[in-house]
């Protein structure tokens, strides 16, 4: 079965500097997609970046970027010039092709300090 | 973007009635939806998948009979917990994707119902 592990619980960064949340997953699938959702304090849930596993690139989505390693099987995201707004729990999630359901990583609560 | 609204966004109810949390896609149309459950600092956890037209599938250890999802059009679902208990107070989310596109790459959240069981 699928596995996403989140190993840092909560996360601080200081306004405009730049954060790395860590993720791991397991699968022995070839074929999947990666997410990060973003929780603010209302509870919606908000897709900030995805990566398609039979893409090398990097996904990138203005200040926010992937690291994507697949044969570590690691998924981290980066941070840059980070803003109070971005104050939330990030939660990587992984969907296989073949169940289409997304499951979710435990989740980094992330802080920013002024 | 793709709007899924979610009602209601908060409710009480006493012990032993029960509740039905409504899923709405505004501007198009989902075949799939996905009911999640997500308790305090804790991650979301798939409840089932509700599928127009047909049986929902639930995931392992979520009791049919008492949550039971009903996916009459292609623009809503619901799901009703019946026989409410206060262990069944959390914090239910769904989901939902335009038909025809891959179920989670455009993924879209309702905002969330939070179950209080007194």
């Known amino acids: 079965a699928q596995t996403v592990t989140q190993s840092q619980p909560e996360m601080s960064v200081q306004e405009a500097e730049t954060v790395t949340l860590s993720c791991t997953y397991d699968?022995?699938?070839?074929?999947?997609?990666l997410f990060w959702y973003k929780q603010p304090p209302s509870r919606q849930m908000i897709l900030v970046i995805r990566?398609?596993?039979?893409?090398?690139q990097n996904a990138t989505e203005n200040r926010f970027s992937v690291n994507f390693q697949k044969a570590a099987k690691s998924f981290s995201l980066k941070i840059s010039d980070s803003q109070l707004g971005d104050a939330a729990m990030y939660f990587c999630?992984?969907?296989?092709?073949?169940?289409?359901?997304?499951?979710f990583g435990t989740g980094t609560l992330l802080a920013v300090q002024p | 973007g793709a709007v899924v609204s979610q009602h209601p966004s908060r409710v009480i109810c006493k012990s032993g009635t029960s509740v039905k949390i409504e899923c709405r896609s505004l501007d198009f149309q989902a075949t799939t939806m996905f009911w999640y459950r997500q308790f305090p600092k804790q991650s979301l956890m798939l409840m089932a998948t509700?599928?127009?037209?047909?049986?929902?599938?639930?995931e392992q250890g979520v009791e049919k009979d008492k949550f039971l999802i009903n996916h009459a059009s292609l623009t809503l679902s619901t799901l009703t917990v019946t026989s409410a208990h206060p262990e069944d107070s959390s914090f239910y989310i769904c989901?939902?994707?335009?038909?025809?596109?891959?179920?989670?790459?455009?993924?879209?959240f309702g905002q969330g119902t939070r179950l209080t069981v007194v």
């Open positions: 509700s599928n127009e037209g047909s049986k929902a599938t639930y």
């Open positions: 990566q398609e596993a039979y893409k090398q």
């Open positions: 699968t022995s699938e070839s074929d999947y997609y």
């Open positions: 999630a992984y969907d296989g092709g073949a169940t289409n359901k997304l499951i």
């Open positions: 989901s939902a994707s335009p038909s025809g596109s891959h179920m989670n790459t455009e993924a879209f």
